[in-house]
């Protein structure tokens, strides 16, 4: 079977099973991709649109890689398991990272702001950076890779979670800027940050309940915040003024509760994003106007 004849075939059975993409992908012929070029080790830059034939149709692939390729299939639609899951890898900001049911799959529209390096929200290169509640950290990370000087912090309450987070500190090479640091947000943390970006638990147990099957994969630690969603965000921005720097800018990612903090809270000074690549709820503040903000 070569690679054209593999990928619609796979495309076909996931689209007839139903699933739903939103894990890196969000049809059923990317999911084959997705499924068939990690497996194989072929860069997803050589990925041609549907319908693009030639390139599909020149590689075989062998016995060994179309049963390991349909096992894993046979996972994604009995398991509904995310495809990230199977493979062992996500991509966020244009990097791989490793991932698996310990750290929720990368997904965050914060990426786009990563790599235009924040602008235009801070008037000089961070010296130090923290990512909180950083599950896989992708986030962490991806920022080291834009700043290159700055000593970055990736902190979790989960020991698991930071045992993946490790990984991908080694993976990317970074073990000299970037440390895993267990922390119930803040409470092992020291001293200021010059950038906080934080992609936290703000998700209701009743909307999580109601989620597709792919999501109850994940980890509820990193998903499951009380207060109908804000309960960490609230703690993280309360808190957030001791630990920035004079000059600090809090990113902080709430999705789908933006609107009920934006009712609790009309007048809190936030800067709502825009992403050109989709994704809302993410907003900056700077450390003077957290101090200023009335609860």
């Given at each position: 079977m070569n690679l054209l004849q593999c990928v619609q075939k796979l495309a076909a059975r996931f689209e007839q099973a139903d699933l739903f993409y939103g894990h890196g992908t969000d049809n059923a012929w990317d999911e084959a991709i997705y499924l068939v070029f990690t497996v194989l080790g072929i860069a997803f830059e050589q990925e041609p649109q549907e319908g693009d034939d030639l390139t599909l149709e020149t590689?075989?692939?062998?016995?060994?890689?179309?049963?390991?390729?349909?096992?894993?299939?046979?996972?994604?639609?009995?398991?509904?398991?995310?495809?990230?899951?199977?493979?062992?890898?996500a991509w966020f900001a244009g990097l791989p990272f490793f991932v698996d049911e310990r750290v929720l799959v990368p997904r965050s529209p914060i990426a786009e702001l990563i790599l235009s390096q924040y602008e235009p929200l801070l008037e000089s290169a961070p010296n130090r950076v923290l990512d909180l509640c950083t599950g896989s950290g992708c986030i962490g990370i991806a920022t080291a890779l834009v700043f290159p000087s700055a000593q970055v912090d990736l902190a979790d309450i989960s020991v698991d979670a930071l045992a993946v987070a490790q990984r991908n500190i080694e993976q990317h090479g970074l073990t000299d800027r970037v440390r895993a640091i267990q922390s119930d947000l803040f409470s092992g943390l020291l001293g200021t940050y010059d950038l906080i970006v934080s992609n936290p638990p703000y998700v209701s147990a009743d909307e999580v309940a109601g989620l597709p099957a792919e999501y109850h994969h994940?980890?509820?630690?990193?998903?499951?915040?009380?207060?109908?969603g804000l309960a960490i965000p609230l703690q993280i921005l309360r808190n957030a003024p001791a630990f920035l720097s004079e000059h600090g800018m809090?990113?902080?990612?709430?999705?789908?509760?933006?609107?009920?903090?934006?009712?609790?809270?009309?007048?809190?000074?936030?800067?709502?994003?825009?992403?050109?690549?989709?994704?809302?709820?993410?907003?900056?503040?700077?450390?003077?106007?957290?101090?200023?903000?009335?609860?």
């Open positions: 590689q075989e692939i062998s016995e060994a890689d179309l049963k390991h390729i349909q096992a894993l299939a046979e996972q994604r639609i009995k398991l509904r398991l995310p495809m990230a899951y199977l493979v062992k890898q994940e980890p509820v630690l990193g998903l499951v915040s009380d207060d109908d809090l990113v902080l990612e709430v999705g789908y509760s933006w609107e009920l903090l934006a009712r609790r809270y009309p007048d809190l000074p936030v800067l709502w994003l825009d992403f050109d690549s989709g994704g809302e709820g993410v907003f900056a503040i700077s450390r003077d106007a957290l101090i200023r903000a009335v609860w």
